[in-house]
């Protein structure tokens, strides 16, 4: 544990955002896969949830969650699912 206040600041702060970033992680992986078993299942709502799925990806690249090739690469292969389903 630290001793100097500044240090046991930090801790608390990197707890905070991490609680954040876990948050922002995990809604992005279930819109993923809602948007996957959408394109899967053919349901009529694909292109809706695969676009929602999109914007959380942008979201957490700009967020620095994601680093921009891993979420060009993420978007890219939802968009080739859903392009190979219509």
């Given amino acids: 544990m630290p ?26 992986k279930t819109n993923i896969k809602k948007a996957n078993l959408a394109i899967e299942s053919g349901s009529e709502n694909k292109v809706e949830a695969v676009r929602v799925a999109m ?21 890219a292969a939802l968009a080739r699912k859903l392009n190979a389903s219509a």
């Fill in 3 to 28: 001793n100097i206040k500044s240090a046991k600041k930090r801790v608390k702060v990197i707890a905070t955002k991490t609680m954040l970033n876990k948050a922002v992680n995990s809604d992005l």
């Fill in 55 to 75: 914007k959380k990806i942008d979201k957490a690249a700009a967020k620095g969650i994601l680093h921009k090739n891993t979420a060009a690469r993420r978007k």
